[in-house]
């Protein structure tokens, strides 16, 4: 079945230090792939995402390459802020439209001090 | 427009009870989508409607839990009788009618279920 594997938490960072957090992936089918975040007291929201092999997800100044070669999408940021403190999901699905349903990986808590 | 809807936030029962875990999905959203996260696991996919009809529910764990969706609206998600590992939190999600297209998920907060 599809799994995703993703750093162990927490990350603990200065503000302003460069953010990498770690995805790997295996799937049966062409997977499209998300990052999702979760702040406190919130629901998870939609980072960003990918769909197909070299694609460049950004938002907020984060990115993720779907690397096909090496089954990963990996998620990064040049220089985090405090705001930025939170869970970190990758996910993917194979399936399409509506009746897609997410794997998820177990979560990369981030936390950027002052 | 508001966001997906999830209550309560936050039920501590004890085991062998019943809890009721409610959502409201994004008005119009055709697709709803329960998940859940066990401490220190993944989130794992439960059971997916469309509008009334329960389109997927290959994740339910087992059949101590009950979903419906009645008139395509709000849907519950009942534990009855509770077991500790039910422990972790609900997560309810909608998107749009299917159009062929990869659709966002949007999110509800969770329900943190503490069985005791």
């Known amino acids: 079945g599809d799994s995703v594997t993703q750093m162990e938490g927490p990350v603990t960072l200065s503000e302003e230090a460069f953010l990498t957090i770690n995805c790997t992936y295996t799937a049966t089918g062409y997977p499209s792939l998300f990052w999702y975040v979760q702040y406190p007291g919130e629901g998870l929201q939609l980072l960003l995402k990918a769909t197909k092999a070299d694609d460049k997800g950004s938002n907020k100044g984060f990115e993720a390459t779907y690397r096909k070669e090496t089954t990963s999408f990996h998620l990064e940021k040049g220089s985090v802020q405090v705001s930025d403190s939170a869970v970190y999901f990758c996910?993917?699905?194979?399936?399409?439209?509506?009746?897609?349903?997410?794997?998820f990986g177990k979560g990369t808590m981030l936390l950027v001090s002052p | 427009e508001a966001g997906v809807t999830q209550f309560p936030s936050h039920s501590v029962i004890e085991k062998g009870q019943t809890v009721t875990l409610r959502c409201d999905p994004i008005s119009g959203h055709d697709n709803l989508y329960w998940y859940r996260r066990v401490m220190g696991k993944e989130i794992k996919f439960l059971l997916h409607f469309v509008k009334e009809s329960k389109q997927d529910e290959s994740g339910m764990p087992n059949n101590r839990f009950l979903a419906e969706r009645t008139g395509g609206t709000y849907s519950t998600l009942k534990v009855q009788p509770a077991e500790l590992e039910d422990s972790g939190v609900y997560f309810c999600?909608?998107?749009?009618?299917?159009?062929?297209?990869?659709?966002?998920?949007?999110f509800g907060p969770g329900t943190r279920l503490t069985v005791t």
């Open positions: 999600a909608s998107s749009p009618a299917s159009t062929g297209l990869i659709l966002e998920k949007y």
């Open positions: 996910a993917l699905t194979t399936g399409f439209s509506g009746y897609s349903t997410l794997t």
